[in-house]
C-alpha cells in the first residue's frame, strides 16, 4: 500500500510552488495598495501602480525562496 503523506504526481510540489509564489504577490499588492489608498490618500491610480510593483517584487522573492 502506498504511503498517503507522499505525493502521487511529481508536479504538486510545483503546483504548491506557483501557488505559493501567487499568494505572496496577491498578499503584498493587498497590503500595499490598502495602506497607499486608505492611509496615505493616494489616488486610485497611484494605489494600483504600486500594489503592481509590489506584487511583482514580492512574486521575485517568493521565486527566489523556492529554488533554495
Not at 511529481?10 to 504548491?16: F, H, I, P, Y
Not at 490618500?41 to 511583482?56: H, K, R
Amino acid at each position: 500500500m502506498r504511503d498517503l503523506s507522499q505525493p502521487s504526481a511529481q508536479g504538486s510540489g510545483a503546483m504548491k510552488r506557483w501557488g505559493f509564489i501567487a499568494l505572496h504577490a496577491a498578499v503584498a499588492a493587498a497590503f500595499i495598495f490598502l495602506l497607499q489608498r486608505f492611509s496615505l490618500n493616494a489616488s486610485l491610480e497611484s494605489s494600483l501602480l504600486w500594489a503592481l510593483t509590489f506584487a511583482v517584487c514580492a512574486a521575485g522573492l517568493a521565486y527566489k525562496q523556492t529554488i533554495r
